[in-house]
């Protein structure tokens, strides 16, 4: 298993990197465009869609985005859209997991493929103009979200069921601690002084963990948390989803990593996040 996942590793980093630094921003938009579709097939297949329904929700999300890249709406998301989705992901993630799996079996398989439609694609627009911010901005969110899974998993395992005696979402993911997010907040922390003493050295304040700090350091400490708080969210709320279905992993399109939506699920909700802090402080 270890050979597969590195040598997919390895392959996505050589296509992402060259597009990410050695292109303008359009043909970013584009390979975005094609992870975010396939993780719309994945979404579907998820919740009862049909093989051909899935294809075709998937399709018709990769036209979707290409009309919202045509008539110019990548560049022109209001920070107020960023601020009502952060909202809403907010209250759809304490409705989706104080439930357990209720609430989300009992949904129409239709509303539940239109609700993630609509979610991959506010993602798209969100990566899209997180790279329009400059590659400083996207690489630091997305770090953050890497660090605080890296940390959670470091801590998890190190301090699990000593601190606390009860687990994250034993439901949901019995492997979640509430260690292991504390750990992934204080890794996040780490990253962000880091971050801004490279900022600081080479003078491209550009970085999400400098465009925060800026505003006071107490917001900096509430945007830090709200993040991690979010990618642990984005991350049950996808693990109920799988757990509705009987399936361990998004699919096998990634060996080694299971699908796309694992790989993306904590930036669901942390990207519209990370726009709406940084413009709104």
């Known amino acids: 298993m270890l050979l597969p996942r590195i ?4 392959i996505l980093l050589l296509i992402i990197l060259p597009v990410l630094f050695l292109t303008g ?8 465009g094609l992870f975010l579709a396939a993780a719309m097939w994945e979404w579907s297949n998820l919740n009862k869609a049909t093989p051909s329904s899935s294809l075709f929700f998937a399709a018709l ?3 979707c985005a290409s009309c919202l890249h045509y008539f110019g709406i990548v ?3 209001s920070s107020i859209v960023w601020l009502f989705f952060s909202i809403f992901w907010f209250l759809f993630s304490i409705w989706m997991l104080n439930s357990g799996l209720i609430n989300w079996t009992n949904l129409s398989p239709w509303v539940r493929v239109f609700l ?11 990566v899209s103009q997180a790279r329009a911010k400059g590659i400083n901005f996207l690489l630091s969110t997305l770090a953050l979200v890497w660090a605080a899974d890296i940390g959670a ?12 005696k009860t687990k994250l979402a034993p439901s949901i993911s019995p492997g979640k601690s509430k260690e292991g997010a504390i750990g992934g907040c204080l890794s ?3 990253l962000a002084y880091i971050w801004m003493t490279f900022d600081q050295k080479y003078q491209v304040n550009t970085s999400f963990y400098s465009l925060v700090h800026a505003s006071s350091f107490s917001l900096f400490c509430f945007a830090i948390i709200a993040m991690v708080g979010f990618s642990i969210a984005g991350d049950l709320v996808e693990s109920l989803m799988k757990r509705t279905a009987g399936a361990k992993d998004s699919s096998r399109l990634l060996p080694g990593h299971g699908g796309v939506l694992d790989r993306i699920d904590a930036l669901l909700p942390t990207l519209p996040l990370a726009l709406a802090l940084s413009d709104w402080m």
């Open 188 to 190: 996040v922390f780490a």
């Open 25 to 32: 921003p359009v043909p970013f938009y584009i390979l975005a």
């Open 116 to 126: 993630g439609f609509i979610l991959l694609l506010m993602t798209w627009l969100a």
């Open 153 to 164: 998993y470091v801590f998890g395992k190190m301090l699990s069921g000593k601190v606390f």
């Open 61 to 63: 999300w990769l036209v």
């Open 7 to 10: 040598v997919t590793a390895v």
């Open 75 to 77: 560049a022109n998301v």
